[in-house]
């Protein structure tokens, strides 16, 4: 299993606190991808970075991979309550083009 | 250009009864993804299809639940004689092509009494 883990379960911080989640995986991978959900809604994409890149940034996202640790971060700069949400990495495997999911880290921003 | 539709957006069946979730993907899609969501949870994957085809369905139960996504028309998952452990949220995606992101449906929420 490829099964992404994030880290922490739960983190809570101030607006305009930098939020900083983990992910690792298991196995090979062709790309990793951060997603967004708020509480009872669908899955919202962030960002995509394949197996050659080591840093992507987005807005106030940046993600980095690091594959000789099979590990991704997500760092949200200057957060906003706005930012509320749970946030899921997804690798795809080498293997097949299927998504899978980690349990997620949710994400407090306090006003 | 809709996004994802799934519906019924909340479904309530008693035990024994058949539940059946729709999903119309994105306009130009033919990838479609089912995942299943319990509260508190990651998605887990259930079936990945393209059109008239199933793809992988590894993470589908070997009973009781099937896919399709016929030629025309949107892609169902079927789920005969349900059980209040199939209560879940499933969400739809699609994408163009394989290495692309997906974008999500809002979900079906099924509840079983």
């Known amino acids: 299993s490829q099964q992404g883990e994030e880290d922490p379960q739960a983190l809570s911080i101030q607006e305009g606190e930098n939020a900083t989640m983990n992910c690792s995986y298991k196995?090979?991978?062709?790309?990793l991808q951060w997603y967004r959900q708020n509480s009872g809604r669908g899955l919202v994409h962030l960002i995509l970075i394949r197996s050659n890149e080591r840093e992507k940034h987005s807005g106030r996202l940046r993600v980095t991979l690091d594959t000789s640790k099979k590990s991704s971060s997500l760092l949200i700069t200057a957060s906003r309550a706005a930012d509320t949400a749970s946030y899921f990495c997804?690798?795809?495997?080498?293997?097949?083009?299927?998504?899978?999911f980690g349990e997620g880290t949710q994400l407090t921003v306090n006003p | 250009n809709a996004g994802v539709m799934q519906n019924p957006r909340h479904l309530v069946r008693r035990r024994g009864q058949e539940a059946r979730l729709r999903c119309s993907p994105m306009?130009?899609?033919?990838?479609v993804y089912w995942y299943r969501q319990l509260p508190e949870e990651g998605l887990k994957f259930m079936v990945y299809l393209q059109k008239e085809n199933i793809i992988d369905e590894s993470g589908m139960p070997k009973e009781r639940f099937s896919a399709e996504f016929p030629k025309e028309g949107p892609s169902i998952l079927r789920i005969q004689q349900v059980v209040r452990g199939d209560s879940a949220a499933y969400f739809c995606a699609s994408s163009p092509r394989d290495g692309e992101k997906l974008f999500f449906g809002s979900g079906t929420q099924l509840s079983v009494l």
């Open positions: 997804a690798t795809e495997g080498t293997s097949g083009s299927r998504l899978t």
């Open positions: 196995t090979s991978i062709n790309n």
């Open positions: 306009k130009g899609h033919s990838h």
